[in-house]
């Protein structure tokens, strides 16, 4: 079964194949096309909330599948439209055959520069051919690419993190282990992005090929190259794949530069910027109500609607890493000797439901004495529990009452206690502007 691609049969079918592979090529792009639209808002709402919980591992995640996600729905749409492009082509082909320039009747200077520019319409056809069988196939190639991208820096962010700046080992051990990765593999990256953009220039060049060849085997591994190599060889093999190559890669930094751009309507106020709530303004991510309009996410903390008629105004703070890290600066005892959090299989703990609910209560109990609510300048007795908001998220909610406020313009400030340098202060988490009016 190995030797099968050297049966001439086998490469009859794979010619066969070919020829017909625009039918699959268009199935795919439609189905591919309508999962990956319906997927992108689930995906942006994962990266949203990823970011919300600094949960870093699920902000790559997320990160590169939306990425990927928009470089094959942009590729798949191009594909598509030049695809339709080629059958009305081949459909008028049939009606008109080849394009008659002495039909036309133009003078012999446009007729002649016409033909030479133009050339029969089977050549148009024969190219578009080419354009939307490169894409589709290049389409995945730049996702792999990406992928390579986000390898590379990753390797950088887990040496400084888990060498470099590893406490339980030694210095020494520290700088002479991980600074020579560092270096490594900072000098892999540009040497293969040098190899890349120049198509193999290092390859080509007896001398230097022999110093690049580890670093290419190298990260042949940290890339994932060797998963898509073929495909790489096969486009640069030729002259039409190295021209498509070198359009796509400045063609996806204008489009990133395209995206940057913004229409700016004032020179003090813009919605793009993502202002926090203020005196000023209001986020419509600190309402939940506006949270189910727009399908977006708690940042930090919010309360249930920027019109409040109730009797009460509902508290709830998102849930991250900091709360937690804060907790344990004035509750030490709660810190376990063997932090728990991030990525870990459930099979494996082993659960004491007594000695955790305890730690629970003392948990909330420190959160209440760290975390309060002031309405202006009045303080309001507010108890915290855990509980998730309507886009649930989890976090901790509260209900305070709206007795001793008067109609009107009021700010809700969730006020938290943090220790610096041994001294607690009290600062201000989040500011959220509110109108009450009581029915």
């Known amino acids: 079964m190995s030797d099968a691609y050297k049966n001439p049969a086998f490469k009859k079918l794979l010619q066969k ?56 729905i942009f590729n798949l749409l191009l594909h598509v439209v030049l695809r339709g ?16 320039y002495d039909e036309l009747r133009y003078s012999p200077k446009f007729t002649k520069y016409l033909s030479k520019k133009i050339g029969s319409f089977d050549k ?55 600074v020579p990765l560092l270096v490594f593999v900072a000098i892999g990256m540009l040497l293969t992005f040098i190899d890349f953009i120049t198509q ?4 080509r060049k007896k001398w230097i090929s022999r110093i690049y060849f580890p670093v290419y085997w190298v990260f042949s591994f940290l890339t994932l190259s060797f998963l898509y190599r073929p495909l790489v060889y096969n486009f640069l093999d030729n002259k039409f794949g190295r021209r498509i190559s070198f359009f796509f890669l400045p063609l996806f930094f204008l489009l990133l530069f395209a995206s940057s751009i913004v229409d700016k309507k004032s ?19 600190d309402y939940e109500d ?17 019109i409040i008629t109730e009797p009460y105004i509902k508290v709830f703070i998102n849930f ?11 509750s030490p005892d709660l810190k376990p000797e063997e932090d728990g959090r991030g ?34 300048t009045l303080n309001i007795p507010a108890e915290f529990i855990m509980g998730h908001n309507v886009q649930k998220q989890l976090g901790f909610e509260t209900y305070v009452p709206t007795s001793k406020i008067s109609q009107g313009k009021h700010m809700l400030n969730i006020m938290r206690k943090r220790i610096r340098n041994s001294d607690t202060i009290i600062s201000t988490l989040r500011s959220i502007p509110f109108w009450y009016y009581n029915d």
């Open 200 to 203: 193999g220039w290092l390859k």
């Open 85 to 100: 492009l080629w059958i009305g082509a081949l459909g008028l082909r049939y009606v008109s055959g080849d394009i008659d």
């Open 267 to 285: 020179n003090y106020f813009d919605d793009q910027l993502g202002f926090n709530s203020s005196q000023y303004y209001g986020n419509p991510r």
């Open 320 to 330: 991250d890493d900091s709360i937690e890290n804060n907790v344990f600066r004035f």
């Open 124 to 178: 148009y056809i024969a190219t578009l051919e080419n354009y939307c069988s490169i894409i589709f196939a290049i389409s995945f190639l730049l996702i792999f690419y990406f992928l390579a991208l986000t390898f590379c820096i990753l390797a950088i962010v887990l040496i400084s993190n888990y060498i470099i700046d590893n406490d339980n080992i030694q210095e020494s051990w520290r700088l002479s282990i991980g």
């Open 290 to 306: 506006q949270l189910i309009e727009k399908d977006e996410l708690t940042e930090t903390a919010s309360i249930h609607s920027k």
């Open 17 to 72: 194949l070919q020829e017909e592979s625009w039918q699959l090529e268009l199935i795919i792009s439609g189905f591919a096309i309508f999962g990956l639209v319906s997927a992108f808002s689930e995906l942006r709402i994962g990266v949203e909330t990823a970011e919300n919980e600094e949960n870093i591992y699920e902000v790559i995640f997320f990160t590169v599948a939306i990425v990927s996600c928009a470089i094959l």
């Open 343 to 376: 990525i870990t299989s459930m099979a494996f703990v082993d659960m004491d439901w007594g000695e955790i609910g305890r730690q629970r209560r003392q948990y909330l109990e420190t959160f209440n004495s760290i975390y309060s609510v002031r309405i202006d």
